[in-house]
């Protein structure tokens, strides 16, 4: 495995835990400024950006869910995953961290705890990780998606999955975007949900779309990717 591509991924990590998690704390510090929208924005955005930027690198997967999803399915090698996911968690850690650092005493607002009962917050978390997946794969891993506008595509899904469970469940569809908050923070309220849930969620939704490709593509095996890359 490449160092530039574990690197990527941790900068990649970074500066979307970065940017997810500045938007509900600036909420917090300034009452509201960022709005429900805003807060989607931020995320939206960032992984855009990211997916432009070093999507060519790592394949920017940002989030282990999605790298346990792919490599069930056979769209990555299993012996990758433990440093993918180690850089993922290390880049949410560091990020929160600065974000900490700079906006001290109000890191709790960039936490993602349920406002909805226990079940209510897994359901929704399983929900909108399952729409991310679904899209990704379409995106990374066939041939017939147009895999140039890969990065507005999962941008924007991550963005209407905010403002559907955003007020609820914090809309987190990524394990490390609620694990790193909650080491800074030190609130581990509910975690579970957050690291279960995204990853079967991810699960689903990856061997749901790679059924609906098959029945096009009569049975092709499964293509070896990094999420975005070609």
């Known amino acids: ?26 909420n917090q510090k300034y009452h509201g400024a960022e709005t429900l929208i ?10 855009m950006i990211v997916i432009l930027s070093t999507g060519h690198i790592s394949g920017a ?3 282990p869910s999605l790298t346990i999803a792919f490599a069930a ?18 880049g949410s850690i560091c990020a929160s961290f600065a ?6 005493p109000f890191m709790s607002g960039g936490t993602t705890v349920p406002s909805v009962s226990t079940g209510q917050a897994f359901a929704l978390e399983f929900l909108i990780t399952f729409n991310l997946l679904f899209v990704v794969t379409a995106v990374a891993t066939d041939t017939r998606a147009v895999g140039e506008l890969a990065g507005i595509a999962v941008g924007a899904t991550v963005m209407l999955n905010i403002l559907v469970a955003g007020p609820s469940s914090g809309g987190s569809m990524n394990p490390v975007r609620t694990l790193g908050p909650a080491v800074a923070a030190g609130n581990y309220k509910s975690i579970w949900i957050y690291l279960v849930a995204p990853t079967l969620g ?15 593509d009569e ?12």
């Open 73 to 90: 399915l056979r769209h990555f090698p299993w012996v990758q995953v433990p440093a993918y996911v180690a850089a993922q968690v290390s």
């Open 61 to 63: 997967h940002l989030n």
């Open 99 to 104: 974000l900490k650092g700079v906006f001290h």
């Open 219 to 230: 049975g092709d095996p499964p293509r070896q990717v990094r999420s975005f890359r070609r």
């Open 38 to 47: 805003g807060n989607a924005a931020c995320a939206g955005l960032a992984v």
């Open 1 to 26: 495995m490449v160092l530039a591509q574990l690197g990527a991924e941790f900068v990649g990590t970074f500066i979307l835990i970065f940017a997810a998690t500045a938007g509900p704390i600036v």
């Open 202 to 216: 991810a699960i689903t939704g990856a061997a749901i779309y790679s059924a609906v490709k098959l029945r096009g």
